[in-house]
Structures are given as C-alpha cells and as structure tokens.
Nanobody, 123 residues
C-alpha cells in the first residue's frame, strides 16, 4: 500500500522560509512523478509544483515560481518543497502526491495523496 507522510509545516513570518518533506513508501519511488498541492480554507486544492521520476524535470505554478523549489532524493524515497519569500497567501494545507507514471501535472494525474501539513504565514 502506498503511503505518503508530509512533515515540516508550521508557522512562519512573511518573508520567511520553510522546507516541507514527504516520505513515500509502498511503490518504487524512483519510477513515479511526485507533486505538491495546497488547499486554503474555502478554496479548491491547487497545483504547486511537480517533479519527474528522475528529478530531471520540474514545473511550477506561476504563483510560486522563483520562490519555491521542488526536489527529490530517490535514495531516501523523499520529495521536498523548499519555500522562500513566503507570503500570507501561501497559507494553506500542503499535500504531496504521487502519480502512476514518470511525469504528472494535473490533479487527476496523481493517484495517491498524503494527509497534508499546515503552513501558516503570519504578518
């Protein structure tokens, strides 16, 4: 059974940084795309970033481009989201997800999800 466990969320001030981690188990990690999504109160879940199975390709939402960096360590079965220059509008529950193929972008391309970790950016 595939399991994804996020960690690293918390409270940070505007302009600060935070690194999220997501540990995966239950499938061959290095063969599958990984992604990060977020959901703010009262809003739909939205795409944040994705990384290919090899780690060679990444793609970001315009709202986080230049501020967030997705990476993965296939030896540790872990994907990361480094967040910098955080804004109040980045406040949300952040979810990691994995897809059945080596590349995925749309929410429907991902088949397993973590439970989420709260990120709160205060001013």
């Amino acid at each position: 059974q595939v399991q994804l466990v996020e960690s690293g969320g918390g409270l940070v001030q505007v302009g600060g940084s935070l690194r999220l981690s997501c540990a995966a188990s239950g499938r061959t990690f290095s063969r599958h795309a990984m992604g990060w999504f977020r959901q703010a109160p009262g809003k739909e879940r939205e795409f944040v970033a994705t990384i290919s199975a090899s780690g060679g390709s990444t793609y970001y939402a315009d709202s986080v481009k230049g501020r967030f960096t997705i990476s993965r360590d296939n030896a540790k079965n872990t994907v990361y989201l480094q967040m910098a220059s955080l804004k109040s509008e980045d406040t949300a529950v952040y979810f990691c997800a994995t897809g059945p193929r080596g590349w995925a972008i749309g929410i429907s391309d991902f088949d397993y999800w973590g439970q989420g970790t709260q990120v709160t950016v205060s001013s």
